[in-house]
């Protein structure tokens, strides 16, 4: 067996509780619920979650390694994963609101696809969730089982699927939560405006944070 049942159980449950904590995935995916909707923020959610197999893939295969050890390389990311935050923060900002409509898969007038594309590029060019993945899915690998790059690969899809479960629920909750809050006149504009803040401020700090 690659992965055996008490390597599954006590990864499973180190997954859900640093994915519970508060981080910036979470932030950014209850900010986008309460302002979009809950079929918005779940779909924003739900990419966030799937980003964490392009990390898994590089995890498994040692180039997150490669990334971690070339400072020009990681600061390039950061900068990159910053800049996209900041992007998606300005045009929420700017954006003018609408009324949620729950009965509306895109009642902000994007599609849920474009939801779901914006999650899962922010969580898969984010440098921290690189490194987080190269530090964290080794400890639970057992060396003297072999194979330890399936042991990753497993161990990572795990990861996201609990990801998508615990990220999607909280982009379900937050979207009633906005829903409710919208009922005020131009709340829907200051929803945004706040979103929009949320992603600048996590954007800002990830392109200023130390690359070591």
């Not at 990390?55 to 910053?82: R, Y």
């Not at 161990?155 to 996201?160: A, N, V």
Request: glycine share 12%.
């Amino acid at each position: 067996m690659i992965v055996t049942p008490e390597q599954l159980a006590a990864f499973t449950a180190a997954a859900m509780l640093i994915t519970l904590s508060p981080g910036p995935d979470n932030l950014m995916v209850l900010s986008l619920g309460i302002a979009k909707g809950r079929r918005q923020g779940m779909a924003f959610g739900l990419g966030c979650a799937l980003g964490c197999l392009t990390h898994t893939v590089l995890a498994a295969i040692g180039v997150s390694a490669l990334i971690a050890a070339s400072p020009l390389a990681f600061g390039l990311l950061k900068i990159a994963g910053g800049a996209y935050l900041v992007y998606l923060g300005w045009h929420a900002i700017r954006s003018r609101g609408s009324r949620l409509q729950a009965a509306d898969g895109a009642a902000d007038g994007t599609p849920l696809a474009a939801h779901f594309r914006k999650g899962l590029l922010a969580n898969a060019i984010n440098p921290k969730v690189v490194l987080f993945f190269l530090a964290f899915l080794p400890q639970f690998v057992n060396p003297a089982q072999g194979h330890s790059g399936w042991q990753i690969a497993i161990l990572g899809l795990i990861f996201t699927a609990q990801a998508a479960l615990l990220f999607g629920s909280l982009g379900y909750f937050a979207g009633a939560i906005g829903s409710w809050l919208n009922r005020t006149p131009k709340a829907s504009q200051w929803l945004d405006r706040i979103a929009g803040g949320v992603f600048i401020a996590l954007g800002l700090r990830l392109m200023l944070a130390p690359t070591r």
